[in-house]
């Protein structure tokens, strides 16, 4: 090992994984996180290189595209942190293996990691918020309604409990196996993870669904036998309901759209009626 | 007024630094930024119920109608961070405003309809304002090579941050803006038709926005995943035992 070239230390990993929170602040069209790479990697940079000309060279290498799932740059970062390190050291790395291995990393793990915390953590977070608020008993109706504290709160625990894990064991996951990303990748079990979690939202919604319509029914003081009333009452909602599962089929990702219609159709026939 | 202003400002800076800069803790949410949004104004004490409540409604519908389950490239623009804060905003701010006119009916339904509109259409402009300020990043790449070049990585790390502060303003700046218009909206048009504004068609107007939350929720959820139906017949099966069980007989 060259003597000159200090190794780094466990506090500029940390560092790394703190700076990898801004990942996206300097995001745009051409490079995507590239700058927000950049930006994250120079703890690294200022304690391999000793002066600025050096530091200036191995910014430019990674000022260029790049684009990975947020939550899991860290793997990366750290991959990317132990690759310098060894340029730095004079070892068997060079700017064009670093980019490659980066591109190698990082396409998997945003390819995995958008259907796994976009697609499905993050609404699953949501939906089980929501589900507090049907399931948390109102403690006195006449006080302060706690809901507002339990839901969000819900919310936050789902999903930092599954995505956290990934951000602060990343880079220093990253860094020591530098050596094989295939099998870093593979340990991760990032499709397995997917799969138990859509279960839990499918399983989350049915709870929800029936949930709300035993609050909607008991709000309402519907009786078994009052069927003709239960119909009026749950016609709007299961209309709605019915209606945006065609229109959401149609138009996907058009949830502002659809919303604002109905309801003007709502109000447009409740004016004629 | 201007502490609510600045608590607005505050809260929707930070949100926006949550979904666009990367931190992406979930604080960036509707349900959140809605309830976080009622926690902060205080429109006084004889609203204290409300300002709870309203908030809560508010936050799940926009939850469940702004959850997109599709893959980023796919989603359109949309600035759900502050939509909550939005709609929160203006349903307080408006209740308290328009009390006299428009008293809280129906358990503050009425308001609670009134916010979500507010944040689904406060959520279109916001997301196209959050696409601009993002295309400025490109203006400045030219400054950030020629930083890389000269070695100047503090000068890097300055313009850098720069980046994060104008998140948090523009968080901060559609926050208070769409406020403003939706205040201003809802003070013009909503005095105008208040004969029109009865206790049924607030109901009927909150049902189906429940129900079409519902839809997207069932999109986002039991559609296109493997065995979803059958994952969520489980968990309505799960939710009547328990309440038949706890309920004692009945749901």
Redesign the interface.
């Known amino acids: 090992m060259n003597e000159r070239t200090p190794a780094l230390r466990s506090s500029d990993l940390a560092r790394v994984t703190s700076r990898?929170?801004?990942?996206?602040?300097?995001?745009?069209?051409?490079?995507q996180q590239g700058?927000?790479f950049?930006?994250a990697l120079?703890p690294v940079?200022?304690r391999l290189y000793p002066?600025?000309?050096?530091?200036?060279?191995a910014?430019?290498r990674h000022?260029g595209f790049f684009s990975t799932h947020?939550?899991l740059s860290g793997y990366v970062l750290g991959l990317v942190a132990r690759l310098e390190e060894r340029l730095a050291q004079g070892e068997d790395a060079d700017d064009g293996r670093i980019e490659q291995m980066k591109r190698a990393m990082a396409s998997p793990l945003a390819a995995m990691g958008?259907?796994l915390?976009?697609?499905?953590l993050?609404?699953?977070?949501?939906?089980v918020?929501?589900l507090g608020?049907v399931l948390t008993p109102l403690a006195d109706p006449?006080?302060?309604?706690w809901?507002?504290?339990v839901?969000?709160l819900l919310?936050?625990l789902t999903?930092?409990a599954v995505?956290l894990p990934f951000r602060f064991a990343g880079v220093s996951r990253g860094y020591a196996s530098g050596e094989e990303p295939g099998k870093l990748l593979r340990s991760l079990r990032l499709t397995d993870l997917k799969?138990v979690l859509?279960?839990a939202?499918?399983?989350?919604?049915?709870?929800?669904?029936?949930?709300?319509v035993?609050v909607l029914?008991s709000s309402a003081g519907l009786s078994a036998r009052d069927l003709g009333h239960a119909a009026l009452?749950f016609a709007?909602?299961?209309?709605?309901?019915?209606?945006?599962?065609v229109?959401?089929?149609l138009w996907?990702?058009?949830?502002?759209e659809?919303?604002?219609l109905?309801?003007l159709l709502?109000?447009i026939l409740?004016?004629r009626a | 007024m201007l502490v609510d202003v600045a608590r607005v400002a505050l809260l929707g800076g930070i949100l926006a630094v949550d979904r666009t800069a990367g931190w992406n803790l979930m604080l960036g949410q509707p349900l959140i930024g809605a309830c976080l949004a009622g926690a902060f104004l205080n429109p006084g004490p004889q609203w204290e119920l409300w300002a709870l409540r309203i908030p809560l409604g508010i936050g799940v519908l926009l939850q469940l109608l702004l959850t997109d389950a599709s893959l980023p490239a796919a989603q359109r623009p949309r600035d759900v961070a502050t939509a909550g804060v939005i709609g929160t905003s203006v349903a307080l701010l408006g209740m308290q405003q328009l009390h006299p006119t428009l008293p809280v009916s129906t358990g503050g339904l009425l308001w609670v309809v009134v916010g979500t509109v507010a944040g689904l259409v406060a959520s279109v402009p916001g997301g196209w304002y959050e696409v601009a300020t993002r295309a400025r990043n490109e203006s400045r790449l030219k400054r950030v090579d020629e930083c890389a070049r000269q070695g100047r990585l503090a000068s890097f790390e300055v313009l850098y941050w720069g980046s994060v502060v104008r998140a948090i303003l523009r968080g901060a700046i559609w926050s208070v803006a769409g406020t403003a218009l939706g205040v201003a909206c809802a003070t013009a048009v909503l005095p105008r038709i208040a004969s029109a504004v009865t206790g049924p068609r607030i109901g009927l107007a909150f049902a189906v926005l429940l129900g079409v939350a519902f839809g997207s929720a069932f999109h986002a959820h039991v559609r296109g995943r493997a065995n979803g139906l059958r994952w969520a017949a489980a968990g309505a099966a799960t939710a009547l035992v328990l309440m038949l069980r706890l309920g004692g007989g009945a749901p």
């Open positions: 990898s929170f801004y990942l996206q602040a300097f995001f745009t069209a051409e490079r700058p927000g950049a930006f120079l940079l200022r002066d600025d000309e050096a530091r200036g060279k910014l430019q000022l947020p939550v958008d259907p915390f976009w697609v499905t993050r609404p699953l977070a949501g939906l918020g929501v608020m006449a006080g302060p309604d809901r507002v504290l839901c969000p919310s936050l999903y930092n995505a799969s859509e279960r939202g499918a399983f989350a919604f049915g709870a929800l669904a029936v949930s709300t035993a029914a009452v709007p909602f299961a209309l709605g309901a019915a209606g945006a599962v229109a959401f089929r996907p990702g058009r949830g502002v659809v919303s604002l109905s309801l709502a109000l409740s004016a």
